[in-house]
Nanobody, 123 residues
Framework: QVQLVESGGGLVQTGDSLRLSCAASGRAFSNFAMGWFRQAPGKEREFVASLSTTDGTIYADSVKERFTISRDNTKNTWYLRMNSLEPEDTAIYYC?????????????????WGQGTQVTVSS
């Protein structure tokens, strides 16, 4: 059974940093791209970042230069380092495991999803 579990969310202030983690089991995750998405209240789930199996990355324009996606295949865990957080970053953050090796911004290119972790940034 494939399982993804996010952790590391919380309540922070503007300018603070957080590192989200996604612990995965039940699949050879190193063979697939992985990604992070987020959903703010009243909005659709949106792409944040993606990492291919060859370490290629894609970032949403709103998080470029502030967020960094990475993975540790030995631990079946991937991360989202978030710096200079802004109130607009407030959302539930979801990790996802891809259907393919390549990074993607499309939700349909991801086969498995975690339950999400809340990130709240106060002004």
């Amino acid at each position: 059974q494939v399982q993804l579990v996010e952790s590391g969310g919380g309540l922070v202030q503007t300018g603070d940093s957080l590192r989200l983690s996604c612990a995965a089991s039940g699949r050879a995750f190193s063979n697939f791209a992985m990604g992070w998405f987020r959903q703010a209240p009243g909005k659709e789930r949106e792409f944040v970042a993606s990492l291919s199996t060859t370490d290629g990355t894609i970032y949403a324009d709103s998080v470029k230069e502030r967020f960094t996606i990475s993975r540790d295949n030995t631990k079946n865990t991937w991360y989202l380092r978030m710096n200079s957080l802004e109130p607009e970053d407030t959302a539930i953050y979801y990790c996802a495991s891809g259907r393919f090796w390549r990074a993607s911004v499309n939700r349909d290119d991801y086969a498995y999803w975690g339950q999400g972790t809340q990130v709240t940034v106060s002004s």
